[in-house]
T-cell receptor
Framework: GAGVSQSPSNKVTEKGKDVELRCDPI?????LYWYRQRLGQGLEFLIY????????KSGLPSDRFSAERTGESVSTLTIQRTQQEDSAVYLC???????????FGPGTRLTVT | GENVEQHPSTLSVQEGDSAVIKCTYS??????FPWYKQELGKRPQLIID?????GEKKDQRIAVTLNKTAKHFSLHITETQPEDSAVYFC???????????FGGGTRVLVKP
């Protein structure tokens, strides 16, 4: 079946602009995660959604970052007033529920110039 | 919060030799430990995982061991092949299962 998809695959934006990244999880997966991966580094947890529960936003690095998810479907990660340090690959993952294997999307490579 | 340390950061082995990657974690309540393989420019993929009620798990050439007392776990790859070349990440999950903390990764190079 279809895996996790993300769009766009690449995004180049000017410093100060807002960007919106999209994630389509695997159908039926109630849990959805966003991670940031800077070049040559590990994955940094950003936010977690589980069904209709309040999201765990503890990993968001600043108030310029926000994310939404409607029910168990698409999620969007928004970065406002982008800075050069926001340049990274943003990975989305979904799982059947918490404590289950996370399946990753291909990521969105964000470059802030 | 949880902190996961991973060593070494790079590992070069000759084809056919074994590779071992070690991780330590700080939160004794962590109970799920997956390992992901990430090839260049691709998404991370789960290769093996272990839960805290098990000490060792094996899947063909890959094995993971867990020492809860010492709070460390290791990935063992035997009979390495060039296609094993990738970056490997360990991770530890909080008890609620809603947050994975990743190690910094190990870049493995298998030389033919």
């Amino acid at each position: 079946g279809a895996g996790v998809s993300q769009s766009p695959s690449n995004k180049v934006t000017e410093k100060g602009k807002d960007v919106e990244l999209r994630c389509d999880p695997i159908s039926g997966h109630t849990a959805l995660y966003w991670y940031r991966q800077r070049l040559g580094q590990g994955l940094e947890f950003l936010i977690y959604f589980q069904g209709n529960s309040a999201p765990d936003k503890s990993g968001l690095p600043s108030d310029r970052f926000s994310a939404e998810r409607t029910g168990e479907s698409v999620s969007t990660l928004t970065i406002q007033r982008t800075q050069q340090e926001d340049s990274a690959v943003y990975l989305c993952a979904s799982s059947q529920s918490a404590s289950h294997e996370q399946y990753f999307g291909p990521g969105t490579r964000l470059t802030v110039t | 919060g949880e902190n996961v340390e991973q060593h070494p950061s790079t590992l070069s082995v000759q084809e056919g030799d074994s590779a071992v990657i070690k991780c330590t974690y700080s939160d004794s309540a962590s109970n799920y430990f997956p390992w992901y393989k990430q090839e260049l420019g691709k998404r991370p993929q789960l290769i093996i995982d272990i839960r805290s009620n098990v000490g060792e798990k094996k899947d063909q050439r890959i094995a993971v061991t867990l020492n809860k007392t010492a709070k460390h776990f290791s990935l063992h790859i035997t009979e390495t092949q060039p296609e094993d070349s990738a970056v490997y990440f360990c991770a530890a999950s909080n008890p609620a299962g809603n947050k994975l903390t990743f190690g910094g990764g190990t870049r493995v190079l298998v030389k033919p």
